[in-house]
């Protein structure tokens, strides 16, 4: 599980280099309840305590990451808030902003 002050850093980075924090996320027993067991969310998110929150005006549903290393291929702007929880965060990372980002 991520820590507040992991956040924290990642997200300072993601300011310091103009980039975005993308999020692999789900439910640990998510596949066993019928739920997808990975999703992703990229943006700017607010660091509370225990979880983030990805507001629609800075973040995008990720529908598909395309190159690791670059910005993800296929995304679309969030309809509404997405709270994730820390104990659901799979994977936290930098990505490149898209075009038009």
């Known amino acids: 599980m991520y820590t507040k002050i992991q956040l924290e850093y990642l997200l300072e980075q993601a300011r310091e280099k103009k980039m975005l924090v993308r ?3 789900g439910p640990k027993d998510g596949a066993e309840k ?3 067991p990975r999703l992703a969310v990229e943006g ?6 225990g979880f ?3 507001h629609p005006e800075t973040s995008w549903e990720v529908l598909e990451t395309g ?3 670059g910005p ?10 997405q709270i994730v ?8 990372e930098l990505s490149l902003k898209g075009t038009g980002d």
Do not use: C, M
């Open 44 to 49: 700017i998110p607010e660091l509370k305590d």
């Open 34 to 36: 019928g739920h997808p």
């Open 67 to 69: 190159r690791l290393t």
């Open 23 to 25: 999020l692999f996320y």
């Open 52 to 54: 983030l929150v990805f």
């Open 85 to 92: 929880p820390f104990d659901e965060i799979i994977l936290a």
């Open 72 to 81: 993800s291929s296929n995304r679309q702007r969030r309809a509404g808030l």
